[in-house]
């Protein structure tokens, strides 16, 4: 068997496979592909030269040998140096939570310490992709969330072939990715100057974004560019506009029950919340309007925080573990204290070198009711219902729930 074919059988098609895309970045020989949500894989192009299967991080990422003991070690968020919260100052920067990763990446370009970032962009109006953004103009465009599954680490072998220096922009697990082909790719570790991560709860298949698209019922012929975290007035959610400039919007917390029926099985195995092997980590920042929390991790990043703040491109705020926590900690027990529960279901699981945490009688209830709820929502029967059930009926239920 060929390391092709090893991935094929043992992570594709083991549910393992987080579509990182670091396998297609770094094969020699083009073998693997990103269509329809899914790695396609031609085994007969393969010469074996192991790559793909030394750094995909689906099946094994190792939490202690990459982490750094210097820092403070948190059962939460991994090792870090610093919190805080901060929102960018720029104007025309408007990002998910605060602009803080947009302001980053568009003022290490300015001071030319970058040559280019690894960003998503909106493809064709409808969809999205990963890209190098050499100009502040792309930059800018590729702000905002996108919550759909993204090869980002496709890039690695276009990095690999440009001048520069490049800001790396992922997912805790594109993130895994990245640190593991930066282990065995000197060229690559040269070039890649900065790993932003993202905080992340759980990802969605692009069929959640489908779905919300045939809600406005605008044709795709007509939909000029669709949005996740688009603002109108005070709210924030998924707008889809159409050439004509009509607009369908729906809000984050009317969309945000689709995360439990559209979630890859991958991203329930999945154990970092925090993009823990990161320089920095952002998210949201609930308790403070259109500000984003970032977990500092590196000295590089603390450097370019103090750079951002003495030359007025963002405000920041003091933060710590016990303020996300008071805002996030039930969405992070369903990730993280949660799968050690969940893993029971499961008959291939990722290897982390972490030590299972042991859950108390109310954690165990806890777990069950969530495990449950997402079993449940990812089933056909629960897509069975989406497709009959008017979608602004289930919004006005779930609202008298709440
Ligand atoms: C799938 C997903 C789940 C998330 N879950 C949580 C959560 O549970 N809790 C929380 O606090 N925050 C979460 N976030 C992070 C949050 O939505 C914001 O991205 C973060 O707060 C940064 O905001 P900003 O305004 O500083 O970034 P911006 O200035 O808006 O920049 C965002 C950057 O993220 C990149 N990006 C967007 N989507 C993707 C993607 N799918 N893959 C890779 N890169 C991408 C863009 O290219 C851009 O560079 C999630 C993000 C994503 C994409
Ligand atoms: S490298 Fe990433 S995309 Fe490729 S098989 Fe592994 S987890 Fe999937
Ligand atoms: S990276 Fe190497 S081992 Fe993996 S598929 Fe490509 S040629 Fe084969
Ligand atoms: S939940 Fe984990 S595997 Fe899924 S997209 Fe987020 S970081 Fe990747």
């Known amino acids: 068997m060929n390391s092709a074919s090893y991935l094929k059988e043992y992570v594709i098609e083991s549910e393992l496979c987080t579509r990182c895309g670091t396998c297609i970045g770094v094969c020699p020989c083009k073998v693997f592909t990103f269509q329809d949500d899914e790695i396609q894989t031609n085994e007969a192009s393969c ?38 919260k901060g929102r960018s100052k720029c104007e025309g920067v408007c990002g998910a939570s605060g602009g803080v990763v947009t302001t980053i990446l568009i003022h290490l370009l300015n001071s030319k310490q970058i040559n280019g970032a690894l960003v998503v962009s909106s493809y064709n109006g409808l969809g999205f992709e990963p890209i190098i953004a050499d100009n502040e103009a792309l930059i800018n465009d590729s702000a905002q969330s996108k919550y759909c599954l993204i090869p980002m680490n496709k890039l690695l072998a276009d990095v690999k072939k440009k001048e520069g220096q490049f800001a790396f922009v992922g997912l805790p697990c594109q993130v895994h990715g990245l640190r593991k082909a930066m282990e065995f ?55 889809v506009t159409s050439l004509d400039g009509t607009r369908f919007f729906t809000s984050k917390s009317e969309y945000a029950f689709l995360n439990m029926v559209f979630v890859p099985r991958r991203c329930l195995k ?28 590196s000295i590089k990043a ?56 042991p859950l108390n009688g109310k954690e165990k209830i806890g ?18 219902v989406l497709r009959i059930v008017p979608y602004r009926f289930i919004t006005v239920l779930l609202n008298k729930k709440r």
Not at 59 to 84: C, E, M, P, T
Not at 270 to 297: P, T
Not at 373 to 378: D, E, K, N, Q
């Open 47 to 84: 010469i074996d030269c192991g790559l793909c299967k030394k750094t995909c991080p689906g099946v094994d990422f190792d939490f202690l040998r990459y982490a750094n003991n210097g820092d403070i070690q948190s059962r939460y968020f991994g090792h870090y140096r610093s919190i805080i």
């Open 185 to 239: 790719d000197p060229i690559l570790k040269k070039k890649i100057n900065l790993i932003i991560g993202l905080f992340c709860g759980f990802n969605m298949y692009y069929e959640a974004t489908d779905y919300l698209i045939s809600q406005s019922k605008i044709p795709e012929k007509n939909i000029k560019n669709v949005e996740y975290r688009s603002k109108v007035g005070d709210n924030t959610g998924f707008c």
């Open 270 to 297: 999945c154990y970092d919340y925090s993009a823990e092997f990161a320089d920095l980590s952002v998210g949201d920042a609930w308790e403070l309007k259109n500000a984003s929390r970032v977990i500092l991790r």
């Open 302 to 357: 603390e450097n370019i925080i103090s750079d951002l703040v003495k030359e007025k491109l963002v405000d920041i705020f003091e933060s710590s573990e016990y303020e996300i926590l008071k805002k996030q900690k039930k969405i992070i027990d369903n990730k993280k204290l949660y799968i050690w529960e969940r893993f029971k279901y499961f008959k291939h699981k990722p290897q982390y070198n972490v030590a299972p945490i």
């Open 367 to 384: 777990a069950f009711i969530f495990n449950s709820a997402v079993l449940l929502g990812t089933s056909k029967f629960a897509k069975l």
